[in-house]
């Protein structure tokens, strides 16, 4: 699927389907507002190569979630509250809200009795779970996170990894990540497109990109640690190892060749 924005300031976007793309850029606000269609008469969609209507670039819309740190609304008092809140606000068209609301609540782990709990009471691990919950109250093809793994706990960040993993691999869900630690782009992401200026300067597998170190310096992106200590190695002391994604691999490497 190709996004393109215009008119004056062009961002031409190639997200694959059933895929984790990482995305590094400076400017989160304006590429989610790129991504999610917020100005959808302003954006041209491909689809297999084909530009998709206004009225198609609408249903698509609506099968897309933007999930962000929770923010508790004063007015809203429990879940369901809030739930009901997500579907009006979107003008969401669900056959069966009190199923889909159970279901969404059940796929990240939550029970029905949740419905009736005050938000207050909620961890902050329930609040994360809950919107990884209202982001599927749509049944949205493309998911995308905006700085998850800044306020996430290691607890909350493998729950949501085992997720989106289950999302893309069962239902082809397409998983999008906007974030500035590339320790974790690296890990996560099977593709990464780096963006400056509103335009796309390196769009390659995550494994790959992340190689081009020098190139990422200079345009002032963030070296993955294991990557950054793979480089000084290989430059400094001209070793043969190789660049990895697991530590203990590169240990392994590292002992090999030194």
Partial sequence: MEIRYEPS???????????ITGIATSNHNEIISVLALENIDKVDVYLDNNKISLEEKDQLKQRISVIKEFNSLFFIKTVEDYMNYIIKKD???????V????????????DQAYLKREIETLSSTEKFELQLAVS?????????????????????????IQLVTRLKEQFSKTIIFIDDNSDKLYKYTNKMLFIKNNEIILSAPTSEAYTRVDFLKKNRFKIPSIIQITYLAKKSKGTKIIYHKDVRDLIKDIYKHV
Avoid at 91 to 97: N, T
Avoid at 100 to 110: E, P
Wanted: no cysteine.
């Fill in 99 to 110: 199923k889909k609301k159970t279901d969404s609540l059940r796929i990240v782990g939550l």
């Fill in 91 to 97: 003008l969401l068209k669900i056959k069966d809200p």
């Fill in 9 to 19: 300031k062009e961002v031409s976007f190639e997200i694959n389907s059933a895929n």
């Fill in 136 to 160: 599927l109250l749509s049944n949205p093809n493309i998911l995308i996170f905006d700085n998850p793994f800044t306020y996430l706990d290691l607890q909350q960040e493998k729950k949501l």
